[in-house]
């Protein structure tokens, strides 16, 4: 492959070029109720081509790998020449020929269907056990990839993705009170991690049905402690976007705000970027650029400490190039994006950090939410009220909004209890979504956080 | 491509049906007033649906080589799928459908960058601190159907189409909107885009307060689609399937104000969405789903015709990656006899809405909308006196298209809408402040 796309690229009168081609093959399942919904497999071949020149970028994707990509490689040469040069550069890197496999698992491409079939039918069959449990939905997919990547620097990746992923919604009933909750599953990893998940599947049932008798959560202001879902979900959504180059070098709002070296929080906060951590489902060796994967620290002891880069935010905003463009797939243009984001554990013990609040809640899990730059809103998927430091009674539809910089700073905990999460969906972001990422935190107190409800 | 994989699957299966789609899409882009990026997206896909032993089976690629793999992952996909209640169709004269112009075709990416030059300038020169976005956006596509009874239809289309959204900072921010469907050949009417725009921004200058209340609303074509979401999700056979449209038993009962014609019409001349026949091979036609308020009937595919004892209605949406579902084409409302300058003359207290934003978000099936008001104007005593902000409004489109006061006389081409404005008598309005 790497002949032919060097071939490609040859002998173009641009500043930079590089092409990328992938080959995956994706397998979906999805039961709704006790009905098998959707059942297929689809067999991808397609890429993208970019060419650099004087400041800019001409963009084409495609299904037809064979010779005709060398007029289209021309054509794209072309077009590029007659655009009004502007500012801006890239960030070079030197030749390389690197070939990165997977670690060995059960290949999922390997699992004859029924068996995938008959594992997700068992789950959806435990899951609609309980009476209260009117429906359901069970979902699994499984998809190997492998990118094939080459630039006009002589640099040569080809990168093999696995990934496997399940996850459930039961939807409860009692009268006309109706609640649902759902937990989502996702690993770069082979079938065998989706074996064994029986006490998940379960515990989602057992919570859609304790929703029914859980009260809404009266509004106003509380003590909170998060959990490491909902954490991670903050650090991703609230803050990580914030650090996203290619927003920030729009934005001048933004610009201000992000400046680096700037504190936002105690000192016992850091929020990291790390693409290299092994099997997690944002983990990648190179970006769709090329770039060699880091762990990047977005907040250092409560300071801002780095942001996110392409090859062309890092040349604009002057910074170091931390292999963060990724494309969901070979129809789109790699943007800058996050990998597996988290909040870093210290030390205090999630029973201790309990027995200290006298009135307030444990919420856990969320639903979605919106930010809009500094601001945000998040659901949670359930709470529990804190009553003299001992969790009491459940209770649903608690909303959490506020300014991302004011609630950082009123972290008051951090919990050593890390847990990293990766689900089936992902990721979206201008047009492009899921892309696989992972989230995480320990568990967190924040003061005064404004709690929406009835 | 697709006999090619129609034969291989043939022999092996009772029935099979293969979907083709061949898309070359180029977009340009401006931003704040200057040229931004410029994008092509080559897509070749297949679709193969089986029916085996009584099941249907589905399996998708982009990948000509792996054709065998694909015939064989649809097959082993039927050993699990639905029970094929329905046959597929044979051989059928499709009618003839304007989708492609050949001048279409030849507006290249050199062409709109120059045609999007051209606006910003001449939008610079009457408002030069309205800063703009523009897309042009061409389309074009070769779509085939074909199955072992003997169907084997293909036909192109080229889509051409230009979005602006205007940006004004002036004592806050505001947005204005325009949208231009070229897909007929018919040249760019420069002049008149620049007018719109600088028209709705000019009113945009002044800013109006509101206190909440009930007010006559009239909603733009160009905002309209928002609230015929719920009617157009309810339509939808898959929502009678599952027993989870509002207009179930409601066939042949008026549902909305005597003055609302609505039709989703394959065959308008150069729709975005028109097409000869549907993604099933089915000659196209034109479905009235509303006849002066009268449901008319639900639209279905194949399958979920079956399932609910009836026959399709032609209107199988499909892609290549996956089964067919019912759906929607082209939307039109019919005309009315309404003039907007009488309407807005005759309005002591209301608002003229051009944009909403936030659709999606609320109980759909159920009818209700609320929705904020990115681009509106006050209406006072006639007159328009301003524009809006933090203005929303919320309701049931079952209640409010019974309150439908007038409907304009003509309809604007939104591409896959046709539509005209419509005046509600009152309409619930939340106001900040």
């Not at chain 1, 500012?87 to 997977?102: A, K, S, T, Y």
């Not at chain 2, 679709?47 to 990948?63: E, H, Q």
Request: hydrophobic letters at 40%.
């Amino acid at each position: 492959m790497k002949a032919f796309l060097k071939e490609v690229l040859a002998g173009l009168a641009v500043d930079y070029a590089d092409i990328r081609v992938e080959e995956s093959e994706t397998t979906r399942i999805v039961y709704r109720g006790r009905e098998l919904e959707d059942i297929g497999t689809s067999f991808e071949r397609g890429g993208c081509l970019r060419v650099f020149y004087q400041g800019n970028w001409v963009i084409a994707s495609f299904n037809t790998v064979d010779e005709s990509l060398k007029e289209l490689a021309d054509e794209l040469a072309i077009q590029a020449a007659e655009l009004p040069p502007r500012d801006g550069g890239l960030i070079h890197l030197p030749p390389l020929d690197e070939i990165i496999r997977m670690p060995r698992h059960e290949d999922p491409r390997t699992v004859p269907l029924a068996e995938k079939q008959q594992l997700i039918h068992d789950y959806n069959r435990l899951l609609l056990e309980p009476k209260q449990i009117i429906s359901t939905v069970s979902s699994y997919l499984d998809s190997h990839r492998t990118v094939y990547w080459y630039s006009s620097e002589d640099r040569y990746i080809e990168q093999e993705f696995v990934r496997t992923g399940f996850s459930c919604q039961a939807i409860a009933r009692d009268g006309v009170n109706i609640q649902q909750y759902g937990e989502s599953f996702g690993r770069a990893a082979g079938f065998e991690s989706l074996r064994g998940k029986e006490s998940m599947v379960e515990r989602v049932a057992r919570i859609a049905i304790d929703l029914l008798k859980a009260e809404p959560v009266s509004a106003g202001t509380y003590t909170v402690i998060i959990d490491p879902l909902l954490g991670g979900i903050f650090a991703h959504e609230a803050f990580g976007h914030l650090s996203e180059a290619d927003h920030i070098a729009e934005n001048e709002r933004l610009k201000q705000l992000m400046r680096i070296g700037t504190r936002y929080g105690v000192e016992e906060l850091t929020i990291v970027d790390d693409p290299t951590l092994p099997g997690e489902n944002g983990s990648y060796r190179y970006d769709d650029e090329g770039v060699p994967a880091q762990r990047t620290e977005l907040i250092k002891n409560g300071v801002i400490a780095s942001h996110l880069h392409s090859r062309h935010t890092a040349y604009l905003m002057g910074e170091g190039a931390t292999g963060n463009a990724r494309a969901i797939s070979y129809r789109f243009a790699p943007i800058v994006r996050m990998s597996n984001t988290y909040i870093v554990p210290q030390n205090r013990r999630f029973d201790e950090m309990l027995a200290e609040v006298k009135d307030g809640l444990y919420v856990v899990g969320s639903r979605g939410g919106m930010t809009e730059l500094e601001t945000f809103t998040f659901s949670s998927q359930y709470a529990y009220r804190i009553e003299n430091g001992r969790l009491t009674k459940m209770v649903r539809d608690a909303t959490l909004a506020g300014n991302v910089f004011e609630t950082l700073r009123n972290i008051d905990a951090i919990g050593n209890d890390l847990m990293i999460h990766g689900g089936l969906g992902g990721c979206g972001k201008d047009g492009q979504s899921p892309l696989p990422v992972t989230t995480g935190a320990p568990h967190i107190r924040i003061r005064n956080v404004v709690i929406g409800g009835r | 491509m697709r006999l090619e994989l129609l034969e291989l699957a043939a022999s092996r299966v009772e029935q099979a049906d293969v979907y083709e789609s061949e898309v070359d899409l180029t977009e340009v882009v401006f931003r704040q007033g200057k040229f931004f990026a410029q994008e092509t997206k080559l897509t070749h896909g297949l679709g193969l649906r089986v029916i085996k032993n009584g099941r249907v089976g589905f399996a998708a690629s982009t990948n000509p080589q792996r054709l065998e793999e694909q015939v064989r992952a649809a097959i082993d996909a039927a050993a699990f799928g639905q029970t094929a209640r329905f046959d597929l169709p044979g051989p059928a004269e499709p009618p003839a459908v304007q989708t492609f112009d050949n001048r279409t075709l030849l507006v290249n990416i050199q062409k709109m960058r120059e045609w999007g030059g051209d606006l910003i300038e001449a939008l610079n020169s009457r408002m030069p601190e309205l800063k703009v976005d523009l897309n042009f956006s061409r389309c074009y596509r070769e779509i085939g159907v074909a199955n072992t009874r003997g169907v084997d239809l293909s036909f192109e289309r080229v889509e051409l189409e230009l979005s602006v959204a205007g940006l004004l900072v002036q004592d806050g921010i505001f947005w204005v909107y325009d949208y231009v469907n070229l897909s007929g050949g018919q040249g760019f009417p420069l002049e008149q885009v620049a007018e719109r725009v600088v028209n709705l921004a000019r009113l945009g200058k002044q800013k109006a307060t509101l206190k909440s209340g009930d007010y006559p609303v009239v909603v733009m074509p160009f905002a309209l689609p928002q609230l015929l979401l719920p009617l157009l999700i309810a339509v939808n056979g898959k929502n009678r399937q599952k027993g989870t449209s509002p207009l179930i038993n409601r066939e042949n009962q008026p549902v909305l104000s005597p003055k609302i014609t609505l039709a989703d019409n394959r065959l308008r001349p150069f729709g975005t969405a028109s097409e000869p026949f549907d993604g099933e091979g089915l000659p196209a036609v034109r479905n009235v789903l509303f006849e002066r308020g009268i449901f008319k009937g639900f639209v279905y595919d194949l399958a979920t015709a079956a399932a609910c004892g009836t026959n399709s209605t032609g209107s199988a949406v499909r892609s290549y990656s996956s089964l067919p579902v019912p759906g929607l084409s082209n939307i039109e409302i019919e005309p009315g006899t309404a003039e907007l300058e009488e309407v807005i003359k005759d309005i002591p207290a209301g608002i003229l809405v051009y944009g909403f934003l936030g659709g999606g978000m609320s109980n759909l099936l159920a009818g209700e909308v609320a929705l904020n008001v990115s681009c509106g104007y006050k209406i006072e005593k006639g007159n328009i006196t301003g524009r809006l902000k933090d203005v929303s409004v919320a309701g049931n489109v079952y209640d409010l298209f019974q309150r439908v006061e007038a409907v304009g006389a003509a309809q604007r081409d939104l591409g896959d809408y046709y539509l005209p404005f419509i005046k509600f008598s009152s309409f619930r309005v939340a106001c900040r402040e």
